[in-house]
């Protein structure tokens, strides 16, 4: 299957300070990439869909401000989380494929980001 | 929007037990796909199939959109197929996003 990688796979940092990470197709062109967020014991819950060239479209509750999503090429998307907190702990994970890469809607994954705010 | 609910929420086996996942949701769908979630967090495809039956080695998948649901099946448990499975689905033919269901959590007991 097609190939999503995300950097980087573990962070820690202060509260108050903002993150960086990385989402890439490695052997395909993605105009389209998907951020979701998954608590512990939890479901995955979609935030955010990362248009290549555009703004990002962000689900309902999600704040836009905090969670800023750039997608300046085709094969990169990054998602900034802004003067995190502890709540914003969490493991954030990537997807791109679709009909561009298999010809279907299936979707890859990235292996995630596990994120921890002090 | 779509509802996914995946039933039994945990299952704990023997290893060379069989078991069946179930997958229901709310609306019409265009894509279902099968994952299964590793204890690091990484989500496996299993499965692309939003419709008939898939089979690959111990596993095998069977939709039935008319009726909203799908099955997961998995024979002859091993140990490493414990973790979290989801399906998720899309319902958008515009937009490929997932909507991922509440996950079955499968331990596999030697």
């Known amino acids: 299957g097609a190939v999503v990688s995300q950097h980087p796979s573990w962070v820690i940092c202060k509260s108050g300070t903002s993150v960086k990470i990385e989402c890439r197709s490695l052997d395909f062109q993605a105009t389209t990439m998907f951020w979701y967020r998954q608590f512990p014991k939890q479901s995955l819950m979609l935030m955010a869909t990362?248009?290549?060239?555009?703004?990002?479209?962000?689900e309902q509750g999600v704040e836009k401000d905090k969670f800023l999503i750039n997608h300046a090429s085709l094969t990169l998307s990054t998602l900034t989380v802004t003067s995190a907190h502890p709540e914003d702990s969490s493991f954030y994970i990537c997807s791109a494929g679709g009909r561009r890469v298999a010809n279907t809607g299936e979707l890859f994954f990235g292996e995630g980001s596990r994120l921890t705010v002090l | 929007g779509i509802q996914v609910e995946q039933s039994p929420p945990d299952l704990i086996l023997q290893e060379g037990a069989n078991s069946t996942l179930r997958c229901n949701f709310s609306?019409?769908?265009?894509?279902l796909q099968w994952f299964h979630q590793n204890p690091w967090g990484q989500l496996i495809n299993l499965f692309y199939?939003?419709?008939g039956t898939k089979q690959n080695g111990r596993l095998s998948a069977t939709t039935v959109a008319t009726e909203r649901y799908s099955l997961l099946y998995i024979s002859s448990s091993q140990t490493t197929d414990s973790g979290v499975y989801f399906c998720?689905?899309?319902?958008?033919?515009?937009?490929?996003?997932?909507?991922f269901g509440t996950g079955t959590r499968l331990t596999i007991i030697p």
């Open positions: 609306d019409s769908v265009n894509n």
């Open positions: 199939i939003p419709s």
């Open positions: 998720a689905v899309g319902a958008n033919f515009g937009n490929e996003k997932l909507t």
């Open positions: 990362s248009n290549e060239g555009s703004k990002a479209t962000y």
